[in-house]
């Protein structure tokens, strides 16, 4: 890799690094461009106004949301803004992308090859998760995704990053297709646990689009 930030500046270094990794299925690299730093990752199965939701696969290619879910819209209000859709197992199901419409997103410490970490060859990790290759190649800050079983945590773990569940019922599903509604929960995937603690603290509370969400005592607060 000979793209660095310090010698080529930030869009180089993110054009020769997506150009490996294939983190994204929809990017807004006008961000970039414009020396927005305050952006973040959204997983292809939450939904970002605007943007295709196609949750890897090619049966819903071409389906824009119109609306955003709860997590997107509370971070907008706080000033994120949203760079682009992270590659995803289709509809979900699994850690890694090779089931994906838009092929499969390789960890960056790995170049996809698993043969390089015999725990990840072991577990079924030739690929990785979009969102989890993005941050750990320096892309984003930090990604949501969603976690049922430890889908996200996992993924986050073999790319060298912080990966955090909420409790069912912190963070609003609104927005989210869901696996399994009653176990998976919109997470996050961060280059370090104090990011994580910061966007918790921004997406967490009630929702009144979703039943399973609810507001916690001050005690309970990230602080």
Same mark, same amino acid.
């Given at each position: 890799?000979?793209?660095?930030?310090? /010698? !080529?500046?930030?869009?180089?270094?993110?054009? #020769?690094?997506?150009?490996?990794?294939?983190?994204?299925?929809?990017? !807004?690299?006008?961000?970039?461009e414009n020396g927005n730093s305050a952006? @973040?990752?959204?997983? !292809?199965?939450?939904?970002?106004?605007?943007?295709?939701m196609s949750s890897g696969s090619e049966?819903?290619?071409?389906?824009?949301?119109?609306?955003? #879910?709860?997590?997107?819209?509370?971070?907008?209000?706080?000033?994120?803004?949203?760079?682009? /859709?992270?590659?995803?197992? *289709?509809?979900?199901? =699994?850690?890694?992308? !090779?089931?994906?419409? @838009?092929?499969?997103?390789?960890?960056?410490?790995?170049? %996809?090859?698993? +043969?390089?970490?015999?725990?990840?060859?072991?577990?079924?990790?030739?690929? &990785?998760? =979009?969102? #989890?290759?993005?941050? #750990?190649?320096?892309?984003?800050?930090?990604? $949501?995704?969603?976690?049922? %079983?430890?889908? $996200?945590?996992?993924? &986050?773990?073999?790319? %060298?990053?912080?990966? @955090?569940?909420?409790?069912?019922? +912190?963070?609003? %599903?609104?927005?989210?297709?869901?696996?399994?509604?009653?176990?998976?929960t919109i997470a996050i995937i961060s &280059?370090? +646990?104090?990011?994580? /603690?910061?966007?918790?603290?921004?997406?967490?509370?009630?929702?009144?689009?979703?039943?399973? +969400?609810?507001?916690?005592? *001050?005690?309970?607060?990230?602080?």
């Amino acid at each position: 890799m000979t793209r660095t930030v310090l /010698k !080529d500046g930030f869009l180089a270094y993110f054009d #020769a690094q997506e150009a490996r990794i294939n983190a994204f299925c929809t990017l !807004d690299k006008s961000l970039v461009e414009n020396g927005n730093s305050a952006f @973040f990752a959204v997983k !292809d199965n939450i939904a970002v106004k605007g943007m295709e939701m196609s949750s890897g696969s090619e049966m819903l290619r071409g389906f824009v949301s119109p609306y955003s #879910a709860h997590a997107v819209q509370k971070l907008e209000a706080a000033g994120y803004k949203v760079i682009g /859709k992270t590659n995803t197992e *289709e509809f979900g199901l =699994g850690s890694g992308t !090779d089931s994906s419409v @838009f092929g499969p997103s390789h960890n960056p410490w790995l170049l %996809g090859d698993a +043969s390089a970490n015999p725990v990840a060859a072991e577990c079924g990790m030739p690929s &990785a998760d =979009g969102g #989890a290759a993005a941050v #750990a190649a320096g892309l984003v800050p930090f990604a $949501l995704g969603s976690d049922s %079983g430890g889908s $996200l945590r996992r993924a &986050a773990a073999f790319c %060298g990053v912080s990966g @955090f569940k909420p409790t069912q019922g +912190s963070v609003s %599903g609104y927005g989210l297709s869901a696996m399994a509604s009653s176990m998976e929960t919109i997470a996050i995937i961060s &280059a370090g +646990s104090a990011i994580a /603690k910061e966007v918790f603290g921004l997406v967490r509370g009630h929702d009144p689009m979703n039943m399973q +969400s609810m507001n916690w005592p *001050e005690s309970a607060q990230a602080g």
